[in-house]
């Protein structure tokens, strides 16, 4: 998005890119494309399964095909969610930047946003070339009910005017979904259910391919 005042053009197709480790994906995840995707009035969302998280300390990730998988069976018949490889096919380390100018070749005619959950806002000026990452996708940060006022998590972010005020007008207000990957590690390692937490044919691979159940330190996990 070559647009200096990073304001989308109606007339071009909105993506959204939805990263993360997905380790496994959850309703939390699903609800929170669902939330961008109205909000944000975008056309598409790319879930994004990472092969590392850059900015999160390191943890054994289940084998990225069953993450790719896993995603495939919980966006089966949603039409405007899509599973893309981007990552992975690149490798480690990925960067948001490389990722986003990876997709812009991909998608040359659209508008890109890059949907971060709120609570990753005060890193971003730590993000690798961060500047750049702004000026070439429009930020979504996806906020939920009891992480604060919107108006003043931005305040404190140390970027230079206007990047504060636009994250700021750029925040998707979303659902209080208290789901984390790391809780439902934690609780397949320890017999207990995960129904109601993730799609039933996510729970049925996960049972089938006997995943997490070597986790015993869970609770150190990634989300």
């Keep these: 998005m070559d647009n200096p ?3 989308p053009d109606a007339a071009r197709p909105r993506i959204g ?5 997905f380790n496994p994906v959850h309703l939390g995840h699903l609800i929170a494309a669902q939330d961008a995707l109205e909000s944000a009035e975008l056309d598409q969302i790319l879930f994004m399964p ?7 300390p390191a943890v054994e990730l289940t084998n ?7 995603l495939h069976l919980a966006l089966e018949g949603e039409t405007a969610f899509e599973v893309s490889t981007w990552e992975l096919d690149h490798g480690a380390p ?7 100018t990876g997709l812009a070749a991909l ?5 890109l946003y890059f949907l971060v959950g709120a609570d990753m806002l005060l890193d971003l000026p730590n993000w690798r070339q961060v500047t750049q990452l702004l000026d070439r996708c429009r930020i979504c940060p996806i906020w939920r009910p009891g992480q604060g006022d919107p108006a003043t998590i931005a305040a404190r972010i140390d970027l230079p005017p206007p990047w504060p005020d636009t994250l700021a007008r750029q925040m998707i207000r979303g659902h209080q979904v ?5 809780d439902l590690r934690r609780r397949i390692a320890e017999g207990q259910r995960i129904r109601y937490l993730v799609p039933p044919e996510v729970e049925m691979y996960i049972s089938e391919h006997n995943l997490y159940r070597g986790y015993p330190s869970a ?4 989300p």
């Design 219 to 222: 609770q150190q996990d990634t």
């Design 5 to 7: 005042q990073n304001k």
């Design 178 to 182: 208290g789901i984390a990957s790391r």
């Design 64 to 70: 990225a095909r069953h993450r790719v998988n896993m």
């Design 17 to 21: 890119i939805f990263g993360g480790t």
């Design 94 to 100: 990925c960067y948001a930047l490389d990722t986003v």
């Design 107 to 111: 998608h040359p005619d659209a508008d």
């Design 50 to 56: 990472c092969p590392r998280p850059v900015h999160k």
